[in-house]
């Protein structure tokens, strides 16, 4: 008997979840994948740059908001800039893989939609990485931004020179934006608690501390996004049977017993 207050999707995730190996396996082997990927283009520094300042320049014909007035509003306190820092090297992968954790537990086969949209967004991701290779804006003088990960700390990045786990020319687009933006949408659609909109603070939280950090470019932001819908539009999420928005009680009686039950009552 399933309790009237378990969220809908709950009652009807029949999807068979997948063996446990094997999605440990696929999932670590894209992340490698992808780490790898990246490395291919950590030395194109010259052509970062120079795409660095045609993003740059772009967002000013375009009217964009300069990334500046975000900043300046975590540089009001030490404590906030501190705070924004540390939300960017510690909540990024640790909430994703909290997010796949959960699906793969409670909702089987939103965990398969998930995982697979999560999977295309990366991989398209990879390839502009490698073919379009941008500075983040902490780098570009002409931005007059500050690198607050190395001025307040805590910093996820050494120097570019010396940092070789990471590809610092990868701002484009924005995957710390993307993931959060497809957690929240994911569990959106995973649930149907009332309160459940809220997820999309999340990504409306990451999407101040890569914009106020000098991380990325509202550029960056929305190129993920148009990648993410596409994603979406690709991959559907799991269908619901048709009454499996009725709550317990309410099921429809076959129309022979309704004739009986009207006969009756006219006698």
Do not use: C
């Not at 306190?77 to 909290?98: G, I, K, Q």
């Not at 994911?186 to 890569?210: D, F, Q």
């Not at 509202?218 to 799991?238: E, S």
Request: hydrophobic fraction near 50%; charge should be positive; aromatic fraction near 8%.
């Amino acid at each position: 008997m399933t309790s009237r207050s378990e969220p809908a999707g709950a009652l009807h995730d029949a999807t068979a979840r997948p063996p446990l190996v094997r999605e440990l396996l696929l999932v670590t082997g894209l992340l490698l994948v992808y780490k790898l990927g990246r490395q291919l283009v950590a030395g194109h520094t010259t052509e970062a740059f120079r795409n660095a300042h045609h993003v740059w320049d772009l967002e000013r014909t375009l009217r964009l908001p300069g990334e500046g007035s975000v900043q300046s509003l975590l540089l009001h306190s030490h404590t906030l800039v501190r705070v924004a820092d540390t939300y960017y090297a510690t909540v990024h992968f640790p909430a994703t893989l909290a997010f796949l954790v959960w699906l793969y537990l409670r909702r089987p086969g939103h965990y398969v939609w998930a995982r697979r949209v999560l999977a295309a967004l990366t991989a398209a991701a990879l390839v502009l990485h490698l073919t379009f290779p941008l500075a983040p804006p902490r780098m570009l003088a002409a931005a007059g931004l500050v690198d607050t990960g190395h001025v307040y700390g805590p910093s996820v990045y050494g120097p570019p020179q010396t940092d070789h786990l990471s590809n610092q020319f990868a701002a484009m687009p924005s995957l710390h934006f993307g993931w959060a933006l497809m957690v929240a949408i994911g569990l959106i659609a995973a649930t149907r608690s009332r309160w459940r909109w809220l997820w999309l603070l999340h990504p409306l939280v990451t999407l101040v501390v890569i914009i106020g950090t000098a991380n990325h470019y509202w550029a960056d932001t929305i190129v993920v996004t148009a990648l993410l819908g596409i994603a979406l539009a690709v991959v559907h999420p799991p269908h619901r049977p048709s009454g499996s928005a009725r709550p317990p009680g309410n099921e429809r009686l076959p129309a022979e017993a309704v004739g009986r039950d009207l006969v009756g009552v006219g006698r």
